[in-house]
């Protein structure tokens, strides 16, 4: 009898930084609007620091710093990184010191999740890339600095995502599995963001090994879809091996969209404003302009096409990232703007 998922899980040690379940909230209007039967899975409700999906990933990667005696964090990404201000948040929690790497890139005025970050007292290096996926190098050096200071630093790779902190989502997919369960719900696709690809991959494990074999559809923020897929196959062996799967068991339909990037990360798209603004109008919850705002831009982009058939149940996962709204206030307010003087309000299609 192969070992159930939850005490796979349960093996490794885990630091909480937040209560969950978090909700799994029906968007009537939404729901109304779109033709779907609509559901939000509230990852934008963890409670640490303005939540998202950080919090459940780092109780795996605190656990393990704890472990390794460290006595400071370190991790890297863009100036407006949520990873950042939840690993600020989760050192402090723990009681640890924290450095984080930062690119001096557009959005690195003292706003937002940055703005955080200072509050929170992190020790703040700010680096002259616009690229923050090249700063492992910086926060090597920094880890070298720091030892030499008699330090025990604990890296973080960019984004937070390690094959340990994937299980973070493996056991947010035994939540959602129980929450399908309560409500008989039976999801024609799951929608996620697709940064590293560990949400996606930590959810799918738990989904097929419960028997939800609907698509798990990744919409990408960066990446091309065979790039994403390339990392969702590495992060799939890695978490197979952590919890004793096998890695080459059926992984049932998984689809990356890359349609919805933009020109580059955080490229506040005109689709993704649209998105921002129509489920705030409609729902009174908010959206990023990085991550879950595109996520609904490609929900409410295929919805249109009719993907969906009327009245199908859709889960969309909603990751969090919400302070970069305030860095991002140029272009809210000049999409607000055409969007108010043309009369205009997000297309009922999307
Ligand atoms: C708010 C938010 N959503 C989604 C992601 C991407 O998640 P993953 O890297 O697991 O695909 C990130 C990563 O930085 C994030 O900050």
Redesign the pocket.
Known sequence: MPEPLADALARYPRVPLTRTPTPLDCLSHLSAELDLDLHLKRDDLTDLALG???PR?LEYEVARAVAAEATVLVTC?SAQ???ARLTTAAARRAGLRVTVVLSRDERAALQGNLLTVRLMGADVRLCDTADHWALQDDARAVCDELRAAGEEPYFIPV???TPHSCLG?VRAGLELVEQLGERALEPAAIY?????????VGLTTALRDAGIECPVVGIS?NRSTEQCLTRIDEWWRAVSELLDLDPDRPRGPIEVDDGYIGREYGDPTEACLDAILRMASREGILL?P???GKVFAGLCGHQAAGRWPAGASVVMVH???TPALFAYQDALEAHLERRLTSGETPARSG
């Open positions: 998202g999906d950080k990933k990404g990184s949520n990873h984004s937070g995502s989502y996620v963001p697709c940064g590293t690809g560990g949400i996606l923020v990023d990085v991550y879950s990751s969090g990232g």
